[in-house]
């Protein structure tokens, strides 16, 4: 499902019969609702035999795997940080990285005026702008919802974190649900505003 060596899922695809795409590459997040443990996500993404497709993804692996933690073997209390034994070398990296107080995803929240550890389930919509990805993300702390442009490499490579990223200087407290509707208008109107993205 998700490769730790090319950073990709790998999803169904109706023309090719299948296709590894990075996290970049996903357009729409989305919960489905029910008591599955670990829970499924919904995703459309972007495919690259040019059309986007839905496929079905765990919590896991959507926010455990790039780090190569899975949810059997593994448990890592974002509380207090302390990560109990793990497998393979890369879980063992990402632990001692997040026990040194980095982070493989973050994303500046707007209404906080501060920058937020977060994982990819909290992202709800993304779309390309030029060479950057624009992505609305819902933050696990306030609740609101932000739009960052990002590098691909912010949200495809683990612990990679852009020194500055774009913020749509708006907060979007009371209407999330519009903003994942008028996502890509919001994203091309809105002016953005530089953020230094330092967790410390
Ligand atoms: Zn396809
Ligand atoms: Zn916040």
């Known amino acids: 499902m998700y490769d730790a060596l090319t950073t990709r899922y790998t999803f169904p695809c109706p023309e090719r019969g299948e296709a590894h795409v990075a996290l970049s590459s ?16 919904e995703v459309d993404f972007g495919c690259p035999c040019g059309h986007e497709h839905p496929g079905l993804v765990r919590h896991d692996e959507l926010d455990w795997a790039p780090l190569g933690l899975s949810a059997d073997l593994s448990f890592v209390n974002l509380m207090t940080a302390t990560v109990d034994p793990l497998e393979t070398e890369l879980a063992d990296l990402a632990a001692r990285r997040i026990q040194a107080g980095e982070w493989p995803w973050s994303f500046f929240c707007y209404a906080e005026e501060r920058p937020r550890p977060v994982f990819p389930s909290a992202f709800l919509v993304l779309a390309g702008r030029g060479e950057g990805v624009g992505l609305a993300v819902r933050c696990p702390v306030c609740g609101t919802v932000s739009i960052n442009l990002v590098s691909a490499q912010h949200l495809d490579v683990p612990f990679h974190n852009d020194r500055e990223v774009g913020v749509v200087a708006h907060v979007f407290e009371h209407d999330a649900e519009r903003v994942v509707e008028q996502f890509v208008e919001e994203l091309y109107s809105a002016g953005f505003d530089n953020r230094r993205l330092r967790l410390q």
Do not use: I, W
Not at 26 to 41: K, M, N, S
């Open 26 to 41: 996903f357009r729409r997040l989305e919960q489905l609702p029910g008591p599955a443990q670990p829970a499924v996500f």
